[in-house]
């Protein structure tokens, strides 16, 4: 199996690195994934034509077989969404690691986790 998470995809290379019978998991996350700091934070929103156009990418060398939505809150504190920002796009297109606002964040932040975790098998 092949795993991609929150990471570019190249379709030929995972088809020509999957064993017979393996499947390429990918997960990605939704329009509600970190709802909760995108606006006082000022973060990168997530397309929420993400999931369409994942598939249409994949749509030439791989099938759909599953399709789950995966959702959970998150309790952090301003260290956790120190780090949280540092690893996304935000942390390259807008919102610093050290950005003012993550000061005036309370102790603990209730945070959505919101990913799709899609299975795809190989076209035959």
């Known amino acids: 199996d092949v795993l991609s998470v929150f990471a570019p995809r190249n379709p030929g290379e995972v088809a020509r690195v999957l064993a017979p019978g393996g499947r390429f998991v990918v997960v990605t996350p939704t329009d509600?994934?970190?709802g909760e700091l995108i606006t006082p934070l000022g973060m990168v929103?997530?397309?929420p034509d993400k999931d369409r156009r994942l598939a249409d990418a994949l749509a030439g060398t791989f099938t759909r077989a599953?399709?789950?939505?995966v959702e959970f809150p998150m309790k952090?504190?301003?260290a956790d969404v120190t780090h949280v920002v540092a690893m996304g796009p935000s942390a390259f297109h807008g919102t610093p690691a050290?950005?003012?606002r993550i000061a005036?964040?309370?102790d603990i932040t209730e945070v959505t986790a919101?990913?799709?975790v899609s299975v795809y098998l190989p076209k035959a």
């Open 32 to 34: 509600r994934h970190l």
């Open 45 to 47: 929103r997530v397309d």
């Open 66 to 69: 599953a399709h789950t939505l």
């Open 76 to 78: 952090l504190t301003r």
């Open 98 to 100: 050290d950005d003012p």
């Open 104 to 106: 005036a964040l309370p």
């Open 114 to 116: 919101s990913v799709t």
